[in-house]
């Protein structure tokens, strides 16, 4: 697992993911997505295309950040999952809780409808 940077604003933070996000993945992963999402308490594009599976742990890491980032006011959009992992988060339900997208153009317009 691994966390990449894309961008980051005074308004936004954009990160990608990548590899497996089981419960080792996460355990990997947590204190980069703490540190460089959830703590910066800014809007969010989290890009999946990446991530090659998702596991409940993974699941509640993502929702771990939105709450966090909804109580500062904040949103969080996720950005082209694989087809197997927008599989695993639409039933999930997870789609409910998050805008899940598949171009950053969309990702940004999310953002903005508040």
Do not use: W, Y
């Not at 308004?11 to 999402?37: F, I």
């Not at 992992?85 to 339900?93: D, E, P, Q, S, Y």
């Not at 171009?103 to 317009?109: F, K, M, P, S, V």
């Amino acid at each position: 697992m691994a966390l990449e940077v894309i961008e980051t604003t005074d308004t936004l933070t954009h990160v990608a993911l990548r590899g497996k996000l089981t419960l080792l993945g996460v355990e990997r992963l947590t204190g980069s997505v703490q540190e460089n999402v959830a703590d910066r308490g800014v809007n969010a594009i989290i890009d999946l295309a990446g991530v090659t599976f998702i596991a409940s742990a993974g699941i509640s890491m993502l929702l771990h950040c939105r709450k966090q980032l909804t109580a500062a006011g904040a949103k969080v959009v996720l950005l082209n999952p694989t087809p197997d992992v927008a599989h695993t988060l639409r039933t999930a339900r997870m789609d409910k809780l998050f805008p899940i997208v598949d171009t950053l153009q969309d990702a940004l317009h999310a953002l903005a409808d508040r």
